[in-house]
């Protein structure tokens, strides 16, 4: 990407980094835990134009709970861990991310980061799908936005497929739709 392209991307779109980091040690230690991800995500990610524009213009960390750390494995393959589900799920949505196993912890994994662009957290500019759809419905009354948000997010995307993929697209891809709902709902460790 050209530099000039980079500066127009960085200055229309915030980024920020996020982590995940165990409900169980204090404070310090999990910002300590994040600054050791982000530091192997530099290392990493050395030669990434997104992290190279996060550091240029952005440098927002945003810590998160990412309750349990165990590696061990359930009946179905799945990693009992909340944390180590989140490292499972990132790679698996191909998502750029890092972590930190903390020798002095066993080598537990203790930090899990990543980059993302404000399609992910602004839900103001960038709206759930729920919201897009009742926006691009409009007029409509009380009661039918009442229905509308009883309905499972499958049946939303059958019911209205072109402005998902219209949704999709605003909010820059299958990715990003991953990464929204992995952050819903999540708590500041």
């Known amino acids: 990407m050209e530099d000039q392209e980079l500066d127009q991307l960085t200055e229309e779109l915030e980024l920020r980094m996020y982590f995940f980091v165990p409900y169980n040690i204090s404070p310090i ?8 991800a982000a530091l192997r995500y530099a290392v990493t ?33 799945i990693p ?13 949505n191909g998502i750029d991310f890092s972590f ?47 229905r509308l948000r009883l309905k499972s997010a499958d049946d939303l995307q059958e ?5 998902y993929k219209e949704w999709v697209r605003l909010v820059g891809g299958v990715k990003n739709v991953y990464l929204r709902e992995l952050l819903k709902g999540k708590r500041k460790a």
């Not at 009992?80 to 698996?92: P, R």
């Not at 993302?116 to 419905?137: A, G, H, M, Q, T």
């Not at 019911?159 to 402005?163: A, D, R």
Request: charged share 25%; hydrophobic share 35%; aromatic share 10%.
């Open 29 to 36: 230690q999990q910002a300590i835990q994040a600054g050791h």
């Open 80 to 92: 009992l861990g909340t944390l180590n589900q989140i490292g499972e799920g990132l790679s698996q």
């Open 159 to 163: 019911e209205y497929n072109s402005l």
């Open 45 to 77: 990610h050395s030669d990434d134009d997104t992290l190279k524009a996060f550091v240029d213009h952005h440098e927002t960390w945003v810590i998160l709970d990412g309750g349990t750390t165990n590696e061990e494995m359930d009946f179905d393959g």
């Open 100 to 146: 930190f196993h903390e020798p002095d912890l066993n080598h537990a994994l203790t930090a899990v980061c990543f980059i993302c662009d404000e399609r992910v957290f602004n839900k103001k500019n960038y709206p759930d799908f729920i919201d897009y759809v009742i926006e691009k419905s409009l007029p409509i009354e009380g009661a039918a936005i009442v």
